[in-house]
């Protein structure tokens, strides 16, 4: 069974700091795919970063990079210059399984993240 | 955006009685999946779709059923409703000719059972 495990569920950041959300990963599939949505408050799920388990670089995405970890079973999301507009909920979530088939997620619970001025 | 359109955004119904979920993309993918979210859980996979009539079963499809006759449309029925699949349901869609093969998400349908 596949489980994602994210630990702090608030965060607050002052705007233009970098902030890290942390997401720990278990599965015994060698193949697999990390991902990272964000929720705003209006309730849809926005894709953001995508990290394979055979990727040997960390993901990044303009303001978004993933700390990929392999050994220690963590894909923490870096935000670098908070805006205001990140204020929402992040979840991780874990694809077990190459791609080429249907992409089940399993999601953690979130982190609810607040970028003040 | 991803053309995924989930229908009704908004249902209040009540205890035992049916209720069916639509969700149609314009995108041509073959996978379409079902998801709920409840506070404390994010997101569960309730069902999924990996072509026209092939469907199978997710961590939490008791108490659902789904059906999918065309590319575009999958359904999501609640036989017989219950308080407990009182949730917001997320239709989402991949392809997996993509090297991520992420989903993208429609825009949720909340559903309230009295």
């Known amino acids: 069974a596949q489980k994602i495990t994210q630990t702090q569920p608030g965060m607050f950041v002052q705007e233009k700091e970098a902030v890290t959300l942390d997401c720990t990963y278990d599965?015994?599939?060698?193949?697999?795919?990390l991902f990272w949505y964000k929720q705003p408050s209006s309730g849809e799920m926005i894709f953001l970063i995508y990290?394979?388990?055979?990727?040997?670089q960390n993901a990044t995405e303009g303001r978004y990079s993933l700390n990929f970890q392999k050994a220690r079973k963590s894909a923490n999301l870096v935000i670098s210059a908070s805006q205001l507009g990140d204020s929402a909920m992040y979840f991780c979530?874990?694809?077990?399984?190459?791609?080429?088939?249907?992409?089940?997620?399993?999601f953690g619970t979130g982190t609810r993240l607040q970028v003040t001025l | 955006d991803a053309g995924i359109t989930q229908s009704p955004r908004h249902k209040v119904t009540e205890t035992g009685t049916p209720v069916t979920l639509r969700c149609h993309q314009t995108?041509?993918?073959?996978?379409m999946y079902w998801y709920r979210q409840d506070p404390g859980h994010g997101l569960r996979l309730i069902h999924y779709?990996?072509?026209?009539?092939?469907?199978d079963k997710g961590e939490v499809s008791d108490g659902y059923s789904v059906s999918r006759s065309k590319t575009e449309d999958f359904l999501l029925t609640l036989e017989s409703a219950t308080s407990s699949q009182t949730s917001v349901y997320f239709c989402?869609?991949?392809?997996?000719?993509?090297?991520?093969?992420?989903?993208?998400f429609g825009p949720g349908t909340r559903l309230t059972v009295l």
């Open positions: 990290q394979g388990s055979y990727d040997q």
């Open positions: 599965t015994s599939d060698p193949s697999y795919g």
């Open positions: 779709s990996y072509g026209v009539k092939d469907t």
């Open positions: 989402a869609i991949s392809e997996s000719v993509l090297q991520s093969n992420e989903q993208f």
């Open positions: 995108e041509n993918h073959r996978y």
């Open positions: 979530a874990m694809r077990a399984g190459a791609t080429g088939t249907a992409s089940k997620l399993t």
